[in-house]
Nanobody, 130 residues
Framework: QLQLVESGGGLVQPGGSLRLSCAASGVTFEYLAIAWFRQAPGKEREAVSCISSSGSTTVHADFVKGRFSISRDNAKNTVYLQMNSLKPEDTAVYYC???????????????????????WGQGTQVTVSS
């Protein structure tokens, strides 16, 4: 059974940085594409960034391009979301999600019409405020 655990959230001032981690267990990590989503109060959930199972493809939503980066460390079964130049509008609960899990290569996208994610973590709160 795949489990995803997010960490690294917290309170940060505008312009600051945070690094979120998504640790996976229960399946072969190399067979997972991982995405980060966020949901702010009163708003719909939106995809932020994702990384393919091979790590060769990363995709970012327009509103984080140039500020956020995503990477994976297969030795640690962990995906990272590096968030720089944070803005108050980045305040949300951030979730990691996964697709795949069986032998093969899995791609990803932030367009919700292209892929679905079957496994979700519990989320970590990010608050950007002075």
């Amino acid at each position: 059974q795949l489990q995803l655990v997010e960490s690294g959230g917290g309170l940060v001032q505008p312009g600051g940085s945070l690094r979120l981690s998504c640790a996976a267990s229960g399946v072969t990590f190399e067979y997972l594409a991982i995405a980060w989503f966020r949901q702010a109060p009163g708003k719909e959930r939106e995809a932020v960034s994702c990384i393919s199972s091979s790590g060769s493809t990363t995709v970012h939503a327009d509103f984080v391009k140039g500020r956020f980066s995503i990477s994976r460390d297969n030795a640690k079964n962990t995906v990272y979301l590096q968030m720089n130049s944070l803005k108050p509008e980045d305040t949300a609960v951030y979730y990691c999600a996964a697709r795949g899990g069986y032998k093969g290569t899995y791609f990803c996208d932030v367009n919700p019409a292209l892929y679905t994610y079957d496994f979700w973590g519990q989320g970590t709160q990010v608050t950007v405020s002075s």
